[in-house]
């Protein structure tokens, strides 16, 4: 059927490096249901002295027809990323009805839990070492259940040398939940 599409974006900046913004989206045809679809959300990015910044956005659905009780959507992120220092956590969480069908969505029904810290000290009795670096990340996601669908532990050891050469050790253990049995 024809199908009509909008879009309304508005964005402020607000501080010296920091934005809000709003959408709202609109379907005129769902297509899983009669009716039109929507989607709006607030979001925001706020940015603190020079390395530190906040991310969030909540968003939510609504499709005519439909009665959805777990159609929001949201994220907090601090991310403080200094030469010496990195500091990267994350929580968003997409509920199972969340359905904008203006965009895209990987994966509904989910929790996600993201750390990531790095200590990357620069010498100063070495000639040939500009820095060492230390980073070790996890991302665990949960279905809306509290069952583990997929985690990432990952580690990483380098020497950054004065030349820009590159010498790195790495770890990485991955999980991933198959409700069905695979052959690869």
Known sequence: PATNFSVVRVKRDVLRRSSIG???????????????????????????YENLQIN??????????LVASDDASYRGQ??????????????????????????????????????????????RNQSAIRKYVYDAAIEYIEDGAGRLES?????????????ADRFTVNYTNSFEYLPVPSSI
Do not use: C
Request: proline share 3%; charged share 30%; net charge negative.
């Open 78 to 123: 601090l991310d403080y990323s200094g030469d010496r220092y990195t500091v990267q956590l994350e929580h968003l969480k997409i509920g199972d009805d969340f359905n904008p069908e203006i965009g895209f969505l990987r994966r509904d029904d989910m929790v996600r839990e993201y750390a990531r810290f790095k200590f990357s000290p620069r010498p």
């Open 22 to 48: 709003l959408l709202v989206t609109n379907r005129s045809e769902s297509t899983i249901a009669t009716g039109a679809n929507r989607a709006y959300g607030i979001d925001g990015t706020f940015a603190f």
């Open 151 to 163: 985690r990432e532990r990952a580690a990483e050891f380098a020497l950054e040398f004065q030349s």
């Open 56 to 65: 969030t956005y909540w968003a939510a659905t609504q499709t005519e027809g």
